[in-house]
């Protein structure tokens, strides 16, 4: 390397040009329009299925120290459509603690036929449903036993975002509808 070199030029040839530039700006304008608005390539939920998931009862009044049962019920509000598995997380505040998660099974028929629990903690449960599609449960009930620890209210409910549900549904996952608050008073 002496410090001579020579400079080389890229040629196109004069028609191509306009090509180049026209490609040049399509792609600033798509990489600016998805770095300002990263909701225009994903999928629109406009068309999604919903699922809803309900407390039942919403209000309960009961000694401290009592036990209680809650069902959650997990339905799609389309009927026709199938729960295949779910991750459910539970939150509580106030005066109330979860005691126990109780089994899931298909509701109103109360089976638990090809359940299969796949992990459950304190606040959390996740099942999947080994069974041919026409066999999977259109609603699952899940028993949750709720303590009161102290006088006062508490709420169970569900949070938004961090439970899911999937199913015979287009993408798989359904959209969260419904999402029920228990409150309790213990005296």
Avoid: C, W
Wanted: proline share 7%; charged share 15%.
């Amino acid at each position: 390397m002496n410090g001579h070199y020579k400079k080389t030029k890229l040629v196109f040839p004069t028609f191509m040009r306009p090509f180049l530039i026209i490609i040049g700006v399509l792609l600033v304008v798509t990489y600016f329009v998805q770095v300002t608005n990263p909701n225009v390539s994903q999928p629109t939920s406009a068309a999604q299925e919903k699922v809803n998931i309900t407390l039942s009862p919403k209000i309960i009044t009961a000694p401290v120290g009592a036990t209680k049962t809650v069902n959650v019920l997990i339905q799609p509000v389309n009927p026709q459509k199938k729960i295949s598995g779910f991750k459910l997380i539970l939150n509580v505040s106030g005066a109330v603690t979860i005691d126990d998660i109780f089994p899931a099974s298909s509701y109103p028929s109360g089976s638990s036929v090809g359940f299969q629990l796949i992990s459950e903690d304190t606040n959390k449960v996740v099942y999947v449903f080994r069974l041919p599609d026409d066999s999977l449960p259109s609603s699952v009930k899940i028993p949750v036993k709720i303590k009161g620890t102290k006088k006062g209210t508490g709420t169970l409910s569900i949070p938004i975002g961090r439970s899911n549900v999937v199913g015979n549904v287009s993408g798989l996952r359904y959209d969260l509808g419904t999402l029920d608050t228990a409150t309790f008073t213990f005296q």
